[in-house]
């Protein structure tokens, strides 16, 4: 569709040139005294004319004469001039000068009627071109049109698909991708990068095919013009091509700048506006803004030095090339066409201006969106960087309710290089028991849920599920079965069932209603207005922690999973709903086996077998009871908790 438009707009120049050359100039050409009449023909005191051109074959020809022009009048000549050149009129006669050869004619001067007459037989012709010409204009607007659709559309359509694959690549990465990368610099990569690599659709590759064809055809229209010039104006495509590589070499770094800066300041309002309560809390308000204020400086610091970039050399760029162009132009046609014969018509000469003058606005288009084009290249690294991540596919089909048999033998893990968290824990766990873990921050409690659930994958030693190692599962068969309460429970926006169900079509509504009266939340959402659907704005901010932790509470049963994982769930709740929790557990328990996170160590006292973890390594085991009558490090923080040795503290 471009390339239709562009070489129908591309006809106007030739239109223009033959009409300058054939109807407005033309009548220059010898006319002849003729008996026929038509409307070719034209009376001049009385006798009939018709151009030597416009005679049919065996149509007879008479008298000659000849129409020239002296600057602003035009004159009859009763003979043929034999050649053209430098003219001038006096006492009634034309003089030619051409090099050395002069010629002399006598002639009249023709009055305003008299030449509008001559013309009169161009008048329809000229009317016929212009109608062409405004015909392909209006043709060449409906390929525009589609031309514009389709490339936007397509451009859409790409970015779409982009961020379909930037947003499932998130899902498919390990979950150490996050570790040291703050949420709103991801945010940035889905956002502002993708919408940064629509402009390269939408606008730079539109501008830069759009101007290649255009290009393209304005010099094959100057080859046809005149081929000595043409080959002059293609100087200017080198001259194009070493400033696009300067320009590159300079601007990558500032926009490279400008995208990280773009990140970080996303980070850091996605940052504020999660701990806004802490700022608020703290008086952080103005140190906030302050760090907000020199990223956000920096950023406009690195957008000026671009834009002068920009400013100091595009347009000047632009319009220098466009002066030596038209120099170029002046010195050939002033210092050579003009002073023998005319050897280039006066059409050629405005045909050649007209292209000249269409060729630097594409030329002035691509240069303007090289910064444009900067942006996208640079923007488009970050997105493919994460894109080209190492993730996880998803595994084709499902894997049979395992029985939740859990064993670790020897297992060592660290998150960085031989910084051992986990050193040589070795447990069994079977099928329907509860083993509880204990012990100071960072003793090792949460890592081994997250070795569990393949979040890591340890360093050393083996986990067995079933007796079968958990490396060998694919992750998502494994995890199926599997159902997990964090101390902070996340809820996502949508509705109380919809946090629930996880619109999970296996779980119907009647076992999301059974999940949340067994873990007792039933109470609390039938007193809210539209009960099970009550919309649940983000992280559940409207609801109580407890309440928020009983909805978790329900998720993880309802998908009825094999092995359950209490991640200090009843840490942040009231003493009143954890009763209520332990009350549900005892039901939840049966038939699976179960991990619980505590630092409560009241909550349990049943649990079939008690790890307690100090510094990587299990330092003790047994039941609630067995470490009790042991009295070692379980039995002190026993202790400290029931409040009989906090002096000793």
Known sequence: MLTVAVAAELTGPFIAKKMIDDNIL????????????????????????????????????????????????????????????????????????????????????????????????EIDNIIFLLAIYVGLLVFASFFQYGKSVLLQTAANRIIQKMRKDVFAQIQRVPINYFDNRPAGKIVARITNDTEAIRELYVKVLETFFTSTIYMTGIYIALFLLDVKLALITTLLIPIMIIWFILYRKYASHFNHMIRTRVSDLNGIINESIQGMPIIHAFLRK??????????????????????????????????????????????????????????????????????????????????????????????????????????????????????????FNNVSFAYKDDEYVLKNISFEAKKGETVALVGHTGSGKSSIMNLLFRFYDPQKGSILVDGKEVTSMPKQHLRKHMGIVLQDPFLFTGTIASNVTLQ?????????????????????????????????????????????????????????????????????????????????????????????????LSTIKNADQILVLDKGKIVERGTHDELLEHGGKYYQMYEMQQGKQVNAV
């Open 504 to 600: 999970d079509p296996s779980i119907t509504k009647e076992i999301m209603e059974k999940a949340l009266r067994d873990v007792g939340a039933e109470d609390f959402i039938k007193r809210l207005p539209k009960g099970y659907d009550e919309p649940v704005i983000e992280k559940g901010s409207t609801l109580s922690a407890g309440q928020r932790q009983l909805i978790s509470f329900a998720r993880a049963l309802a998908f009825n999973p094999a092995i359950l994982i209490l991640d200090e769930a009843t840490a942040s709740i009231d003493t009143e709903t954890e009763a209520i929790i332990q009350d549900a557990l005892e039901v939840l328990k049966k038939g699976r086996t179960t991990f619980i996170i505590a630092h409560r």
């Open 26 to 121: 033309g009548i220059e050409n010898p006319w002849y005294e003729t008996t026929s009449s038509d409307s070719d023909t034209v009376t001049y005191e009385g006798t009939t004319y018709k151009r030597g051109d416009r005679f049919l074959a065996g149509e007879e020809k008479g008298t000659l004469i000849q129409i020239l022009q002296v600057k602003r009048s035009y004159y009859i000549v009763n003979e043929k001039v034999q050649f053209d050149g430098s003219r001038s009129y006096d006492n009634g006669k034309i003089t030619i000068t051409s090099g050395e050869k002069t010629a002399t004619y006598s002639a009249e001067k023709l009055s305003g009627t008299e030449l509008f007459n001559f013309y009169r037989p």
């Open 286 to 407: 103005k140190e906030t803004k302050e760090e907000f204020e020199k990223l956000n400086h920096e950023h406009y610091s690195y957008q000026n030095r671009l834009l002068n970039l920009n400013a100091l050399t595009s347009h000047n760029l632009v319009f220098a090339l466009r002066n030596v162009a038209f120099v170029a132009l002046i010195w050939y046609f002033g210092g050579k066409s003009l002073e023998a014969t005319t050897i280039i018509s006066v059409g050629v000469l405005y045909a050649f201006v007209d292209y000249l003058n269409r060729l630097f606005q594409p030329v002035t288009e691509v240069v303007n969106q090289l910064a444009q084009l900067e942006q996208a290249r640079v923007a488009s690294e970050r997105v493919f960087e994460l894109l080209d991540a190492e993730g996880e596919d998803v595994k084709e089909g499902t894997m049979p309710r395992y029985d939740g048999n859990v064993s």
